[in-house]
């Protein structure tokens, strides 16, 4: 009997044993170079749709890591070996200076002048904001006007029924979210259901099943449902510019769906990649897109969207105190 | 004073008590401890993270039969809650986590003045880990049922004032199910858009290992019994080519009770109620 409890005590610690760790490399720039490529090559989700081959940036950027770099050259080269990706989800965090990709809206017209927007015309400086919702009526109180800069600032059903009853008597609502950069995919998925009457396919998401650039499992339908009690069933406008980006873009895709809704303005930023995180030996974290997310068409959404209406601001009209976008919107829910 | 901590040992014993026959004490036992702590979830991040936690354990045994004395039944709630670092201090993930196990013991023949005890029983596991960095998807769940063997020896160290006991209990689990996120799957996608179907698991010993054990003593004192106790934990999993691993060192001190004599020593219970020892 004494044997056979020494037997099972000795069983239980070498089973601990048997399962292997993962290998880790070590902390040097060759070794977290490494790292960080490797992350990339087998959880980024965009490595073939974006025709990157990322073998060759492996080649390219390792002749250039060097032993004797200081952290911040270093943290430079992995930041701008990320940027290859030219994706805004993909960020390189350390405890000094975080990388970014930036070109998606960079490179194109801001479509934004905050001046103009709370000006009187607008939404003055009485509009009343609520759950980060910054509202008022504009064209003489014939349309409402919500202002949502962040899908970061949550926002509730009793908050949205406020709102919506405010502008019962609109004959139509807009809801700007440009500058929007993002946040909790959730509330993107709550602020559509005000606008749909039934639960509706509007989009698809999939995700890396292995380390291969084509390994993702088999794509799943995205509802977003009509919600039970809230709904409104008058034409909304939404308002894009290149800085719609990542939740945004989703609340857009969904939008694009709605019954009585028309997206107007430039083009979204994209990011529909749903990012997950990861981190290399010397504690720095990267961020990246991992779950690719496409339209009820099954067309990836990394992109952006484009509006229904497409309409940039234009200078004279700024100069004018007019905003293009809102004044298009103004008109289309006029018609 | 007293009453007070009778009144709440009544409360946390209620569910126990009811059901309490008239001949069986519950021996229960409250023990907080401080804890180390290492947490591999390749989820969340390949580093190992390290840390402390502060544990609680609380357990009620009694006699499984009234006219059988070899059975013991223990319930047991256990609850970790800790702060982990990354190896370069640049990340931190904290552990909440909460378990209740039921299970019984079977007393073997004693051997050279040790008694021994075989046994098993079933947990059910739920833990959080956030690792705050992560900006889109910082959480990760431990959820599991296990079925667990177990063992126990006792040894008795009689003194001039007192008979102290020793105790050594080592667990390990052989079966269950867990839950395990999909390798590259978002929560979101797994919670909001409802994508599970990979995520529970079966387990067994081809893919979940560990040992837990502890070492301790208990001390009778004039109006109380107090345990200390050193132990261990190692677990890992892996599943859906994710690797978790946790390890964890602690110290506890703790105190021994039964409800029948608990309020005062002079209150001792009459010789037919029968106490398990455990």
Redesign the interface.
């Known amino acids: 009997?004494?044997y056979r409890?020494l037997y099972?005590?000795i069983s239980?610690?070498v089973?601990?044993s048997?399962?292997e760790?993962?290998e880790?490399p070590v902390?040097t720039n060759a070794g977290n170079f490494e790292?960080l490529w490797k992350i990339i090559d087998t959880?980024y989700c965009y490595l073939d749709y974006k025709h990157i081959n990322w073998d060759s940036v492996h080649t390219v950027y390792k002749a250039r890591v060097d032993s004797g770099m200081d952290k911040y050259e270093f943290f430079d080269l992995m930041g701008a070996m990320l940027g290859e990706l030219k994706d805004g989800h993909v960020n390189l965090?350390?405890?000094f200076d975080r990388s970014r990709y930036w070109k998606w809206f960079t490179d194109y017209p801001s479509n934004f002048n905050s001046n103009i927007l709370y000006s009187d015309r607008y939404l003055g400086e009485n509009y009343r904001v609520v759950g980060g919702m910054r509202y008022n009526f504009i064209d003489n109180g014939r349309i409402g006007y919500i202002y949502y800069g962040d899908f970061s600032d949550t926002f509730t059903d009793v908050n949205m029924s406020n709102i919506l009853s405010y502008f019962s008597n609109c004959r139509g609502l807009i809801i700007d979210v440009r500058n929007n950069g993002g946040g909790y995919?959730?509330l993107a998925?709550q602020l559509s259901s005000y606008f749909f009457t039934n639960d509706t396919i509007t989009g698809y998401?999939s995700?890396?099943?292995?380390d291969g650039h084509t390994d993702f499992?088999a794509p799943?339908a995205?509802k977003t449902p009509a919600h039970e009690k809230i709904q409104w069933q008058r034409p909304v406008a939404i308002l894009t510019n290149r800085m719609s980006y990542s939740a945004t873009n989703s609340f857009v895709v969904r939008m694009k769906m709605a019954p009585n809704a028309v997206i107007i303005g430039d083009k979204t930023g994209g990011g529909g990649g749903?990012?997950?995180?990861?981190?290399i030996?010397?504690?720095?974290?990267v961020?990246f897109s991992?779950?690719p997310m496409y339209d009820a068409d099954m067309q990836h959404t990394e992109w952006g969207i484009d509006p229904d209406i497409k309409q940039d601001m234009t200078t004279a009209d700024a100069n004018n105190g007019y905003d293009s976008i809102i004044e298009k919107a103004i008109f289309y829910l006029n018609r | 004073m007293r009453k007070f901590i009778f009144a709440f040992l009544l409360i946390t014993c209620s569910v126990s008590a009811q059901d309490n026959e008239k001949y069986k004490l519950i021996n229960a036992s409250d023990k907080f401890g401080i804890s180390s702590i290492d947490i591999l979830d390749s989820y969340l991040s390949p580093l190992v993270y390290t840390g402390v936690g502060f544990r609680y354990e609380h357990a009620e045994s009694k006699f499984l039969l009234s006219d059988n004395d070899r059975f013991i039944a223990t319930g047991k709630w256990f609850a970790l809650a800790g702060m982990t670092l990354n190896p370069q201090y640049t990340g931190t993930m904290t552990y909440l986590g909460v378990a209740y196990s039921w299970g019984v013991h079977y007393r073997l023949p004693d051997i050279y003045g040790f008694r021994l005890y075989g046994g098993a029983n079933v947990d059910a596991r739920y833990a959080m880990k956030t690792n705050d960095r992560n900006v889109n998807n910082p959480y990760n769940m431990d959820m599991a049922t296990n079925l667990n063997l177990s063992g126990i020896v006792q040894y008795d160290i009689a003194t001039r004032k007192r008979l102290m006991r020793l105790n050594y209990r080592i667990e390990t689990p052989v079966l269950g199910s867990m839950f395990v996120p999909e390798n590259g799957a978002s929560y979101y996608e797994m919670f909001d858009v409802g994508i599970v179907k990979n995520a529970f698991l079966f387990s067994s010993l081809h893919n979940k290992t560990g040992v837990s054990s502890e070492l301790s003593i208990d001390i009778p004192f004039k109006h109380s019994e107090w345990t200390f106790g050193l132990g261990s934990s190692n677990l890992k999993y892996k599943a859906n080519n994710l690797l978790f691993r946790q390890n964890t060192v602690f110290l506890n001190v703790g105190v021994k009770y039964d409800l029948y004599i608990f309020s005062g020593m002079k209150n001792r219970a009459p010789a037919n109620f029968r106490n398990a020892g455990l």
């Open positions: 009997m004494k409890l099972f005590i239980c610690m089973l601990t048997c399962i760790d993962p880790i902390n790292a959880k965090y350390s405890d995919i959730s998925e998401i995700h890396k099943t292995g499992s799943e995205v749903l990012p997950l995180s990861s981190e030996p010397n504690g720095w974290m961020r991992a779950c």
